[in-house]
């Protein structure tokens, strides 16, 4: 499969945009959420680093460029439906902007934990 | 911090939705994406299960009522931008209509792996 046909196979939304998941490759961490265009996609799977479409910005961004905390490619995956990818990385540093290592550190919710045994 | 402020500071899109990343808790594995509205996200963080908004029959969809594939909530957390949640789930059976365990296995794409050392 080549890279274009892997492209055309991924199902975009009605902005042009898919969700990318980002995962630490070494800590299965999940670090952060960002959506792509098909050229991000592009850049991302040709260039061994992660290139993203900034909605705020409306523009391409190489994670890195600006603050230091690259993220390198170590392996991509799409979803069943073509529509989400996950992206498999080496991070440089902090991948939040507002310093800690995942976006969703210290961001719990109040959840009520489920069990199987409890609920049906 | 109540169920009602924590959605209060959520951010959800123009069509009322955000993204919802399902990690299984005790293997770290990242099982799919998807999408929940206000209600949703209530529904997750009060019972338990795991409850989405379902883009393509337009309908609340609790995991597993269908498929017996039901999704326990372990915890979830917000990212700094409070328009991701990532909900962290004790699965049972597949994960993925397909029958896989998550929806992103055995579906890699051609990707260049990044290398800190060869590649700025």
Same mark, same amino acid.
């Given at each position: $499969?080549?890279? /274009?046909?892997?492209?055309?196979? &991924?199902?975009?939304?009605?902005? =042009?945009?898919?969700?990318?998941?980002?995962? /630490? *490759?070494?800590?299965? @961490?999940?670090? $952060? &959420?960002? #959506? $792509?265009?098909? +050229?991000?996609?592009?850049?991302?799977?040709?260039? %061994?680093?992660?290139?993203? #479409?900034? @909605?705020?910005?409306? +523009?391409? #961004?190489?994670?890195?460029?600006?603050? %230091?905390?690259?993220?390198?490619?170590?392996?991509? /995956? $799409?979803?069943? *439906?073509?529509?989400?990818?996950?992206?498999?990385? /080496?991070?440089? =540093?902090?991948?939040?902007?507002? %310093?800690?290592?995942?976006?969703?550190?210290?961001?719990? &919710?109040?959840?009520?934990? =489920?069990?199987?045994? +409890?609920?049906?």
């Amino acid at each position: $499969m080549s890279v /274009e046909q892997a492209i055309s196979g &991924l199902k975009f939304g009605a902005d =042009g945009l898919l969700p990318a998941i980002v995962q /630490e *490759d070494d800590t299965d @961490r999940v670090l $952060m &959420l960002a #959506w $792509m265009d098909a +050229e991000a996609v592009r850049r991302t799977l040709t260039t %061994g680093r992660v290139t993203y #479409w900034s @909605r705020s910005r409306n +523009e391409y #961004w190489r994670k890195g460029d600006t603050s %230091g905390h690259r993220q390198y490619v170590r392996g991509v /995956e $799409m979803d069943c *439906d073509g529509d989400t990818l996950l992206v498999r990385v /080496e991070q440089i =540093g902090a991948a939040c902007h507002t %310093g800690t290592h995942s976006c969703f550190d210290d961001r719990t &919710l109040p959840a009520v934990v =489920g069990d199987p045994r +409890e609920i049906g």
